[in-house]
């Protein structure tokens, strides 16, 4: 990986920010982030229908403790957002200044009163359901409030805390239902990998706004070349994951599901891989941003074929 990406913030002028992420959205689904919480949504569904309860997926979905429970994890994860907001008014005023809601369209104590009040009703109306999801909502939502007031702020602490919360979405449904399903810990570990590629690739991008404000991110401690080398780790780890999975499903004779595997998810990190060799200026990882986002998705909607399908 290139060296010169070093000194990144230096080396390179600032480029502008570009349009907003969440085009057409009014201010406060951008707060709280809606089409990330619809993906979340979707992921849920497929979880619990395609991984967990294949064999009746409508019955699956028209569970009423399942729509507490979806419910209980989106109030938290709106929450986490809104937080994060509220403590980087000024970091995102840099970075992303077109995109600021918290302090210019939202008043910053009304903010953190909608926090409170959405962390809440997820943590009381999970732990309704039993205790160990009420646990589980409420561990998360300290640790969106510590990554929002402490840990995005240190090296690489703040990239596993995300990577942390996005593994125990997936695992959700599977600790409401308890069916022992192994193909919901690999999705999981997944997640958990390249949620920490997006993350540190995310903190790169980011390097402007976060060094003038003494944040520890893992670029501004270790310098941009290293960060990717870090990053080119856990998509190793990912890539050695998927290429097991499709070889399994090669195996089983899951055809469908294989060449899925190798077309939508394997080949996008190869190329995703060959883009962080070269990366160097921030619009290469607003790039490298959006490709990880790309294989998310596929490889959330790869679930309806584990269901059965392929």
């Known amino acids: 990986m290139s060296s010169s990406a070093t000194s990144f913030p230096d080396a390179t002028p600032p480029e502008p920010a570009g349009p907003p992420h969440e085009v057409g959205l009014t201010p406060i689904a951008r707060l709280v982030r809606l089409p990330n919480l619809l993906i979340m949504l979707l992921c849920l569904v497929l979880v619990r229908a395609g991984l967990l309860l294949p064999g009746n997926p409508m019955a699956a979905l028209g569970s009423v403790r399942f729509g507490i429970l979806a419910l209980a994890a989106l109030c938290v994860a709106a929450a986490g957002y809104i937080i994060n907001d509220y403590y980087d008014v000024k970091i995102d005023a840099i970075n992303r200044p077109k995109q600021l809601v918290v302090g210019r369209v939202v008043n910053r104590r009304r ?40 840990f995005k702020r240190v090296a690489l602490v703040g990239n596993v805390s995300i990577a942390t919360l996005t593994a125990a979405l997936v695992l959700l449904p599977e600790l409401q239902l308890r069916t022992g ?32 404000h003494d944040c520890r991110t893992l670029p501004i401690v270790w310098g941009v070349a290293r960060s990717k080398w870090v990053a080119g780790f856990f998509l190793a780890c990912l890539l050695s994951l998927v290429v097991g999975a499709a070889w399994h499903s ?37 790039e490298l941003s959006r490709w990880c986002k790309g294989i998310m998705l596929a490889g959330v909607l790869s679930m309806l074929l584990v269901a059965g399908i392929g």
């Open 181 to 212: 399903a192994s193909s919901v810990w690999v999705y999981a570990l997944a997640a958990f990998l390249l949620t920490v590629v997006r993350e540190i690739v995310k903190d790169v991008e980011d390097m402007r706004g976060d060094a003038q």
């Open 250 to 286: 090669f195996v089983h004779s899951r055809w469908v599901l294989g060449a899925w595997l190798l077309v939508l998810v394997l080949g996008p990190l190869l190329w995703l891989a060959h883009l962080l060799l070269r990366a160097d200026r921030r619009r290469h990882f607003a």
């Open 111 to 150: 903010a953190m009163l909608a926090h409170v009040l959405l962390s809440g009703v997820g943590v009381g109306i999970s732990g309704l359901l039993s205790p160990l999801l009420g646990l589980v909502n409420l561990g998360s939502a300290l640790l969106l409030w510590g990554y929002s007031v402490r």
